[in-house]
């Protein structure tokens, strides 16, 4: 299968393109179309995290879990809703705590594509749903290739910041090398959740503060 994603993580990612478990992912998800099934996002933004954040410029990664489930809001972006849907509960919140870390507007959008094209890479673990079944395709291998999307970041490059969100995201800490990395982590911005440590995290202000020591430009988290 050829798949449609950026170049440099094309090769940064080939030997995963070719093993058992990539085909039985595409297999799944054709079988999952011949048996009517709406999934999400649509197919050309499944590998939209990777199109808009290339390999060479990650600077950070956001991981969430599991793109949304209803119609119209999975974009391929973790967290992001594509302009002119309103934004989810949980992102309501991560604009609140960008309110109180540094003084940012609460946006009307919920679309986080400029945060991608900045540097940070907006990856869920899984990269498929099934419409209105959340975690529907979680064991259908996208977790083995996520993880190796983490496992690879963190060989070949240095001074990325990994935001870890919830305990979920916190146990991929495994797949970073915490001596070449900064690893921020606090509660799921979720609303059963967001107050036990999500909330005064100043993870965006401390991001920004990690970039500058290691000669980066900043996220500009306005939007």
Avoid at 82 to 109: C, F, Q, R, W
Avoid at 131 to 137: I, K, Q
Avoid at 160 to 186: M, P, S, Y
Avoid at 197 to 209: I, L
Wanted: contains cysteine; proline residues 7%; glycine residues 8%.
């Amino acid at each position: 299968m050829d798949v449609k994603i950026e170049e440099s993580w094309k090769s940064a990612l080939k030997q995963e393109f070719t093993k058992p478990y990539f085909q039985e992912i595409v297999a799944f998800l054709k079988t999952e179309k011949m048996q009517g099934k709406t999934i999400y996002p649509p197919g050309p933004l499944i590998f939209n995290a990777f199109n808009h954040t290339t390999f060479t410029n990650v600077k950070v990664v956001l991981l969430g879990q599991d793109p949304y489930h209803g119609p119209g809001q999975a974009m391929g972006l973790s967290f992001s809703v594509a302009a002119g849907v309103p934004p989810p509960p949980s992102l309501v919140n991560i604009y609140k705590e960008l309110h109180k870390d540094i003084g940012m507007a609460i946006p009307k959008t919920g679309d986080l594509t400029p945060w991608a094209n900045q540097g940070v890479l907006l990856l869920n673990a899984a990269l498929t749903v099934r419409a209105n079944e959340p975690a529907s395709h979680s064991k259908a291998g996208w977790m083995q290739f996520t993880d190796a999307v983490i496992r690879r970041i963190s060989e070949e490059k240095k001074g990325v910041v990994f935001l870890l969100w919830g305990r979920f995201a916190q146990e991929k800490q495994v797949l970073i090398d915490a001596t070449k990395h900064h690893v921020l982590k606090a509660a799921h911005p979720s609303p059963f959740s967001a107050d036990k440590g999500f909330f005064g995290c100043r993870h965006f202000s401390k991001t920004n503060e990690l970039l500058a020591k290691e000669g980066l430009d900043p996220i500009d988290w306005s939007l």
